[in-house]
């Protein structure tokens, strides 16, 4: 960056001796007046020592429609090898600029800017134009009955070896009639008619909207995993030599891009290289909503130039697919998705609380079993309240966020750990939770039991272990709500948080439903038993998830600690007189763990997370940089984002890909598998996910030569899912 504004500064500075010079001749040269179709030109010839370009304006005369359209132009003549900047100059140099001062009845000049060329200089890569340019200017009459004075100041920078500013006053006094507009079929073409002739060609490469000249522009994408900007365009004739021009924030530099075909060269992808303010790749929330100017040419060079410009706001990669979904839909889709979560095996272990509890309430009054299950439902949706909150402050500070993210802290997951011991051991009579007295006394006054409290942390209980799992829509509406502001960021986890709240809430609504249960009796210890085991199983897959983010010593050594506190719990309520002792054990058996996860990683070495899981599976390391070159071989590239805490996802791998007609697959010649592992957190998986609009795991791609922008599959794989999007990346019938 550095060495970019040194060439900037000795651009404008020029070599001095030549700059003075340079200046005071055209200074001298350019205050003419002409009443023609043009003024004259600020020199006569051109000489590469002072005057490598020379330049007059032109006047196109009115619309025909319009007699208050005033047609201008700003010509160029430019000596061989010297070049002028486009409106934005690339790495280096400055445009023409042009002040208006002095000039009557004529409103609102602008310069409409043709397609430039690039050039490359000492390893910068600049826009512009050589040899000779018009630069169309639109203009509006005050009052097309009354004479027009131009008087154009113009600033400019010509350039070859070395760089010499220039500046130049021109002037032009134009009567009423000297505007009418030219005939340009007339056998004899005035001075008039031609200069209108130069204007109108020089205004045929001008880009317009693109539909003229049947080109679009879809999408624009940004990966700070390689610091790329990912534009996909379409067109209704076969690209020939297309390139992209990109326009951004001031201090942004975007560099040429690369482009790769489909479609019969209907569709490209390119994709370019962006660079900051501070000379590095932005991050992914920087470039997240920035407004882009990007100017696609085709055919530059020939006589069948097609060009479009359009306005555009970088967004995620499946922001399409967000565009046509509508609020409502999002909140219906969020809903269907937490009910679906209640049959994920994540939330199994809540439920089989629930069941205890519904059990207990075999005969209970309706009011009662009431109370409980909206308590649970409260507690659910508080519970979502508090992860939309966190998720939206820590985007708001840049991190990224997604569904499930907690899990990949390893404090969370050995909190998780330990509670799930306590609640195993609850059940299975190792210890009874007794509420303070004055807590007892406090909620009684209130008409609230002291189960009214266990229900709704039941509930909060339930939203936490069910993070891990994904479900069908769930990844649509969670990144419907993270592409978009705070209102439907609340709005779609309060939906999720009704959708996993309504088997309780139809309790609620029918109470009878559970108090035609059994009665409680001896029945109930053998189901405490067995929920309790069940507990402790979800507590040693999360140790499983522990030994990948510490270690498997610090894991194994987690678990011995947690085998001693339910030993210690278990002989406090049988041994009154050892009972303080047991505490003070229980209390380090419960401390000692979490010191073991800051301090851990001194003693034990971090676990290396790019193993794959089998030496001889079909499975690299996620590589994003080579995904482009390997679909360009013809290659299927398979992505899974994957992480050892994501239920889901594993049940993917045991079900879908590791087995049956998905697993051959992955093994083809032309296949490669490539694993993305998210039990840690990664910025660049994150900002992976991000480009599709998903903020949460699994999430599982196919890249291909029909589909280089990557075909997204559902969130539970099936093996006719994974082989027709392998065909249509492919390129199959």
């Not at 196109?60 to 208050?68: E, F, K, L, R, S």
């Not at 209980?461 to 769930?474: E, M, R, W």
């Not at 210890?525 to 929920?531: A, D, E, H, Q, T």
């Amino acid at each position: 960056m550095v060495s970019k504004f040194l060439w900037i500064w000795m651009m404008r500075c020029g070599v001095a001796v030549i700059v003075l010079a340079c200046a005071a001749l055209a200074v001298a040269g350019a205050w003419q007046t002409s009443s023609a179709a043009s003024s004259f030109w600020t020199h006569e010839g051109l000489d590469s020592n002072a005057h490598p370009a020379r330049l007059r304006l032109l006047v196109g005369g009115v619309a025909a429609g319009d007699p208050a359209s005033l047609l201008l132009g700003l010509e160029f003549e430019i000596l061989a090898g010297w070049k002028i900047y486009w409106r934005t100059p690339g790495d280096a140099g400055y445009p023409p600029e042009i002040d208006w001062a002095g000039s009557e009845n004529i409103d609102a000049p602008a310069i409409r800017w043709p397609v430039p060329e690039r050039f490359h200089v000492l390893g910068l890569e600049t826009l512009g134009y050589h040899d000779g340019v018009v630069l169309p200017i639109a203009a509006r009459l005050k009052d097309a009955t009354k004479p027009t004075r131009l008087r154009a100041k113009i600033s400019y920078l010509v350039c070859d070896e070395i760089c010499i500013p220039g500046d130049a006053v021109l002037s032009l006094d134009l009567g009423a009639a000297d505007l009418g507009a030219a005939d340009l079929d007339a056998a004899d073409l005035g001075e008039a008619a031609t200069a209108r002739a130069q204007i109108i060609q020089a205004l045929t490469r001008v880009p317009g909207d693109g539909v003229s000249a049947g080109l679009a522009i879809e999408r624009a994408e940004y990966s700070a995993d390689d610091s790329l900007l990912a534009v996909t365009v379409r067109s209704v004739a076969p690209l020939r030599t297309p390139d992209l021009y990109v326009e951004g924030p001031e201090n942004y530099f975007f560099a040429a891009p690369s482009v790769h075909f489909w479609e019969g060269k209907r569709r490209a992808i390119f994709r370019l290289a962006v660079e900051g303010p501070d000379g590095a790749s932005p991050k992914q929330n920087a470039m997240l909503g920035m407004d882009l100017r990007l100017t696609l040419v085709d055919g530059l060079g020939g006589a069948n130039l097609r060009a479009a410009e359009v306005q555009i706001t970088v967004a995620p990669a499946n922001a399409a697919a967000f565009a046509d979904l509508t609020f409502v839909a999002a909140i219906l889709l969020a809903i269907l998705g937490g009910l679906i979560l209640n049959l994920m095996p994540c939330v199994l272990p809540v439920l089989s609380l629930k069941l205890l509890a519904i059990a207990g309430h075999g005969g209970a009054p309706r009011a009662v079993v009431r109370k409980s299950f909206l308590a649970t439902s409260a507690g659910i949706l508080f519970a979502f309240l508090i992860l939309a909150t966190l998720i939206f402050l820590l985007r708001s500070a840049g991190q990224a966020v997604g569904w499930g993210f907690q899990f990949q802290s390893p404090f969370f997951v050995l909190f998780m750990v330990v509670l799930l011991v306590l609640f195993a051991a609850n059940l299975l009579g190792f210890f009874v939770v007794r509420m303070p007295v004055t807590v007892q006394t406090y909620l009684a006054a209130r008409g609230h039991g002291e189960g009214s409290v266990a229900h709704f942390l039941t509930g909060m209980f339930a939203t936490v272990l069910a993070t891990p799992c994904s479900a069908p829509f769930l990844g649509t509406s969670i990144g419907f709500a993270l592409s978009r502001g705070a209102v439907e960021i609340y709005a779609i986890f309060v939906a999720l948080g009704l959708g996993l709240a309504i088997p309780y809430l139809l309790i609620v609504l029918f109470p009878g439903l559970a108090t035609r249960l059994p009665r409680p009796g001896p029945w109930m210890g053998g189901l405490r038993r067995v929920l309790g085991v069940a507990l402790l199983a979800t507590a040693v897959w999360l140790l499983t998830v522990f030994a990948g983010e510490v270690g498997t010593w610090a894991s194994l050594i987690v678990g011995a600690l947690m085998a001693g506190l339910l030993l210690a719990v278990g002989l406090r309520e049988r041994f009154s007189r050892a009972r303080p002792m047991l505490t003070v054990l229980a209390a380090l058996f419960l401390g000692f763990p979490f010191l073991l996860t800051a301090y851990g990683p001194t003693f034990f070495p971090s676990p290396d997370r790019v193993h794959l899981e089998s030496s001889d599976g079909p499975w690299q390391t996620f590589d994003l940089a080579a995904i482009p070159g390997l679909v360009s071989q013809g290659k299927l590239v398979f992505v899974d984002v994957t992480a050892d805490w994501c239920i889901t996802c594993q049940a993917n791998k045991v079900l879908i890909l590791n087995r049956g007609e998905a697993a051959r697959r992955l093994r083809g010649r032309d296949v490669v598998a490539m694993r993305a592992d998210w039990t840690r957190p990664n910025e660049k998986i994150a900002a992976y996910l991000a480009q599709f609009g998903r903020f949460g795991i699994p999430f599982n791609v196919v890249y291909g030569p029909s589909a280089p922008a990557g075909i997204p599959l559902p969130e539970l794989l099936t093996q006719n899912a994974v082989r027709e999007a392998m065909a249509r990346a492919k390129g199959a019938e």
